[in-house]
């Protein structure tokens, strides 16, 4: 005999209601495919007692049909107790469940709190819940049985439910890939305790479908371990995201193959322009990844309280048209495997209170233009001559805020790969302890660091220069260009300059003549008269978007 207390919030009072073994509900119909095994009436008290009953462990189904309309509740029994359960939400995508009292509800295989549930119930919230290991789904943590089938179906099944939670207790789950679903959460125990492992010979452990082709929007992992594991054969990566508003929460990626965490939004149909992807990455952990431990191509994505120790060749990588970056507390370190560089800036990016410390090539690499506010840059004992930063390619460009760099030797604070890199950069950090060397470049580099150039070294450490910041310099011509980081450019030759290209407003700059070149009033140069420059002679013009204006000249 099956007796239940308190349905009346479900069921009204005089309700004739079946009791339902769980197969008979198919999730694509909208009522029962088979005849029910008990039937009760619910008393004025709210309560259901049923003549039949079913076994330990097995879920049925309480239903009745009311207002031509189904309504469903599903429970589990169990060995302490015939009647326990909570509702785990709908039965199918077209059945409409419905959450009872919260204080009819005492116990569920996930073991979620009762405050959580009266949550839940408080704010009208239909969330399924499903334990992979429960009789539906079968999966097995033991580190051996290939548990892909059960776990699938699940996350599957959550997706048709409208959105749900997949539930991973405690164990090693053997997988290979599985497919994310728009607005489930897999979710274990703990980080520490609930693992997904990938069987050898698969590629991507976590993976998503594409954007364009049918796309995940709205999905989380969290309090797991993923492991893609390469010494037993994976072949790719711990999770392989692509999709917007993804959420990651106290996470681990490790032994993959290529990346530990690569996440992407390939969908034009939710591009930049359509407000970006929006996803957030909180407390990951990466540990024994091959090429990145976190590769990001999208746009608008956050990175919070991650620590990635070596030893893939980047510790985080940002990369692809349009990916911007936000970081905070993301510390990067190499122990006897190091990280080529802790991080590879390709795009726009924003790191604060950041640590990249140990890495063989360098600490941070620059192609793009970025702010780096805070934290710190050191080297470590068999790495000692590694740069800090390393501004490659012409146009990247660097800000940093109350750094504090470290022993970086010879290789350098500001490293330079390339020509006329750093224009327009803002630099402010000190130096604490240790050998170093402000500015160093590499061969035929030129370093055009302009503007607020700040030292302040620790007295404990031995600081120099190094290779000066340099100026651009270009050849008169009829036309010139500037960059529109630049603040003072050498003009050379004798060549009259009589329009010089727009950048934006409000953009100053001192033009000093390194010989005989000369500045007609007219086309869009509005000068107080003709110019005509000798060695080092000045004349400094501000831009409107338009025409230059002469703010101040300087005979020397």
């Not at 407000?275 to 608008?300: R, T």
């Not at 006329?420 to 402000?438: A, N, P, R, T, Y």
């Amino acid at each position: 005999m099956i007796e239940l207390s308190n349905v009346a919030s479900v069921f009204p009072v005089g309700t004739k209601v079946g009791l339902y073994v769980d197969a008979v509900f198919d999730a694509g119909q909208p009522s029962p495919v088979g005849p029910a095994i008990s039937t009760a009436v619910v008393a004025g008290d709210g309560s259901l007692a049923f003549e039949g009953g079913v076994n330990d462990g097995t879920t049925y189904v309480l239903a009745a049909k009311l207002k031509g309309e189904w309504k469903v509740m599903r429970r589990t029994t169990t060995a302490a107790t015939s009647e326990t359960g909570k509702p785990v939400g709908p039965a199918g995508g077209d059945l409409a469940g419905e959450y009872p009292d919260p204080e009819f509800a005492v116990d569920m295989a996930t073991q979620v709190e009762l405050e959580t549930v009266k949550k839940i119930a408080e704010e009208g919230l239909r969330t399924p819940v499903i334990d992979v290991t429960g009789p539906l789904y079968g999966a097995v943590g033991d580190e051996k049985t290939d548990n892909t089938l059960a776990i699938q179906a699940a996350i599957d099944d959550a997706s048709k439910a409208g959105g749900g939670v997949v539930y991973l207790p405690a164990g090693v789950f053997m997988t290979k890939t599985l497919s994310m679903r728009s607005k489930v959460c897999l979710r274990g125990a703990t980080r520490q305790t609930s693992w997904l492992k990938l069987i050898s010979g698969s590629t991507d452990l976590l993976s998503t479908l594409k954007l364009g082709e049918g796309g995940q929007d709205g999905y989380t992992a969290r309090e797991l371990t993923l492991d893609a594991n390469e010494a037993g054969g994976g072949l790719g990566s711990a999770w392989n995201s692509d999709g917007r508003k993804v959420t990651g929460f106290d996470i681990e990626i490790r032994n993959g193959k290529v990346n530990g965490l690569r996440h992407r939004q390939s969908g034009t149909e939710l591009s930049a322009a359509e407000g970006g992807d929006d996803s957030f990455f909180l407390w990951v952990w990466a540990f024994n990844n091959g090429e990145n431990d976190i590769l990001d191509e999208a746009h608008d994505c956050t990175f919070t309280h991650c620590r990635l120790i070596g030893k893939a060749k980047n510790g985080f990588k940002n990369t692809g048209p349009g990916s911007e970056a936000i970081l905070y507390d993301v510390h990067v370190w190499s122990k006897s495997e190091r990280h080529e560089r802790c991080f590879n800036f390709e795009t726009t990016w924003i790191a604060t209170a950041c640590t990249a410390e140990g890495a063989s090539v360098a600490q941070v690499r620059v192609k793009g233009a970025g702010v780096w506010n805070g934290g710190r840059v050191f080297s470590v004992a068999g790495a000692e001559n590694t740069p800090g930063f390393e501004l490659v390619e012409s146009g990247s460009r660097l800000t940093t805020r109350a750094t504090v760099i470290n022993a970086t030797g010879t290789g350098g604070a500001f490293r330079a790969v390339g020509e006329s890199v750093g224009s327009g950069s803002d630099l402010d950090f000190i130096f604490e302890g240790g050998k170093s060397v402000c500015f160093t470049k590499a061969e035929g580099a030129k370093i055009g660091f302009s503007e607020h150039i700040r030292v302040t070294p620790n007295l404990r450490g031995e600081v120099t220069i190094g290779e000066p910041p340099s100026v651009p310099s270009i050849p008169s011509a009829a036309e010139l260009t500037v960059d529109s980081n630049a603040r003072i450019v050498k003009v050379s030759g004798k060549e009259e300059v009589k329009k010089v290209k727009a950048t934006y407003g409000g953009h100053v700059v001192t033009f000093v003549t390194t010989s005989e070149a000369k500045f007609a009033d007219g086309e869009n140069l509005k000068l107080k008269e003709a110019f005509s420059g000798t060695p080092d002679d000045t004349i400094t013009l501000a831009c409107d978007g338009t025409n230059w204006y002469e703010t101040g000249r300087s005979p020397n």
